[in-house]
């Protein structure tokens, strides 16, 4: 430690503490302070943990170094490797007092090196991750700063440091004078706080979200944008007698009518706001249409009253959709018509590898769709051959041949050509799409209704 041990810091001041007559507290004493996650060594009370999937090995290197005796080695294997870790404290630390995160950092080749930040503690259960992105990394040392975007948050954190990259081959990073510092308030300029800009269309009991919370600071003349958690923003809802919102940004609605969702980071007011448009119903009343009688050799079901399912076991609900947090599926009936429910959907799989299927001699698929809240919504199909796996997604919105629009079924008739590259002898898999997009990021989070899933000619 090159400045000291927080520990003699801590001491000396509570036998100040002491000494003091008549000064009592009721309030327990805030964690000490961190200034240090590594110098020539690893602060007090911090060590590391590769995420999951990371194949990044860490060590102390006595041979390179920005200033002192040490660095830290992260060694990233393989042209096509993942590498990262978090940095989490044994004990809950107060970095109030602190208004950045700063380091050296250099590599064995120039790479734009992904993710930087304090906040995760790798449980999952962080609150307040912050995150600077693709940090040109050279070959000489530089120094990086991640401002805080509103250090009052910090009473108790248990996330010094976090790092990941990818996708730039083999190579070695050197990390040194990893810290929390108070810079001139010169340098780093007033926060620019801001979420993105959207309207939401969403029925009573739908649920969304804030999106891209961050703060934009001018650090030595360049703008630097912090991706920040949402509960370091306090969020606020025109009519809370049609949406609320709560610490997370989490949006939900209450009531018919529309009102916008604005933010502020501590008394700076945040640009940008959520404009959620509630509508009233938020289910179908009447089943979806019937499809046309056909041979049965012309048709292959999935789920449908009109033909005989070709197909069983089916999970119309796999465990791995919306990033592992389940397809929020409820079967049920519309008008005596069985009917599947997909809630707060980003991606659900439907899978049936283990009797997969021969579609190659069909030339459509179908699915009828019903929401009372969304304009776009994507279908996903998955061929899992003997040679190699293809698959293909078709999206829909209002602006697309065949549109989706709320409160009413829609029959989409894709035809297989429209899956472009794909390959239809094994199909497996199905997944729907919120927002017509494959991804966690982006997505919406609406409410579908599905029936007459099947493949035809």
């Keep these: 430690m090159r400045n000291g041990s927080w520990m003699t810091r801590t001491a000396a001041a509570a036998l100040a503490s002491l000494l003091a007559v008549g000064c ?60 990262g870790g978090a940095f989490p404290l044994a004990n809950p630390r107060n970095l109030s007092g602190f208004n ?14 992904d993710v930087v930040g304090l906040g995760n503690d790798n449980t999952g259960t962080s609150l307040y991750a912050a995150e600077r992105k693709v940090l040109p990394i050279t070959t000489s040392w530089q120094k990086f700063v991640v401002p805080i975007p509103l250090p009052a948050k910090l009473t108790s954190e248990t996330g010094a440091f976090h790092f990941a990259d990818g996708g730039d081959g083999d190579y070695t990073l050197w990390l040194d004078d990893v810290k929390y510092e108070t810079l001139p308030a010169t340098q780093l300029g007033a ?84 404009t959620v448009q509630v509508a009233g119903a938020n289910a179908p009343v009447v089943a979806a249409p019937t499809p046309p009688a056909r041979d049965a050799a012309d048709v292959i079901s999935l789920f449908s009253g009109a033909y005989a399912d070709a197909v069983t076991g089916v999970d119309w609900g796999t465990s791995w959709s919306n990033g592992n947090a389940g397809a929020h599926l409820t079967e049920l009936t519309v008008a005596g018509n069985p009917t599947k429910k997909y809630a707060e959907l980003g991606y659900a799989g439907v899978d049936f590898t283990g009797s997969k299927i021969d579609a190659s001699g069909m030339t459509h698929f179908h699915v009828d769709v019903w929401t009372p809240e969304a304009d776009k919504f994507g279908v996903k199909l998955v061929n899992i051959g003997t040679g190699a796996t293809t698959e293909a997604i078709v999206k829909f919105n209002s602006g697309t041949s065949q549109t989706i629009t709320t409160g009413t079924w829609i029959s989409l008739d894709i035809p297989l050509a429209s899956f472009a590259g794909m390959t239809f002898e094994a199909v497996g898999q199905i997944l729907w799409l919120d927002n017509g997009d494959a991804g966690a990021g982006g997505v919406e989070g609406g409410t579908f209704f599905v029936d007459n899933v099947y493949f035809h000619k």
Excluded at 28 to 44: C, H, K, S
Excluded at 48 to 61: E, I, K, T
Excluded at 108 to 113: A, G, P, Q, Y
Excluded at 250 to 272: F, M, N
């Design 24 to 83: 009592k507290s009721s309030a327990p004493p805030p964690p000490p302070a961190l200034d240090e996650v590594f110098t020539d060594n690893f602060g007090d009370g911090v060590s590391y943990q590769n995420f999951q999937g990371s194949n990044a090995v860490l060590s102390v290197d006595t041979t390179e170094k920005h200033t002192g005796n040490a660095s830290l080695k992260v060694t990233i294997p393989g042209a096509t490797s993942y590498g």
């Design 191 to 274: 926060p620019r706080p801001a979420i993105r800009t959207e309207t939401v269309p969403r029925a009573v009991g739908g649920t969304t979200s804030v999106h891209d919370p961050r703060v934009t600071f001018d650090v030595g003349g360049s703008d630097v944008v912090v991706e920040a958690a949402p509960r370091y923003f306090t969020f606020a809802t025109q009519d809370a007698a049609v949406a609320t919102v709560d610490a997370a940004g989490l949006v939900t609605a209450v009531g018919e009518g529309t009102s916008d969702i604005t933010a502020k980071l501590g008394t700076v007011d945040a640009t940008g706001a959520l």
């Design 100 to 113: 950045a995160l700063t380091f050296w950092a250099k590599a064995s080749k120039d790479v734009s090196f």
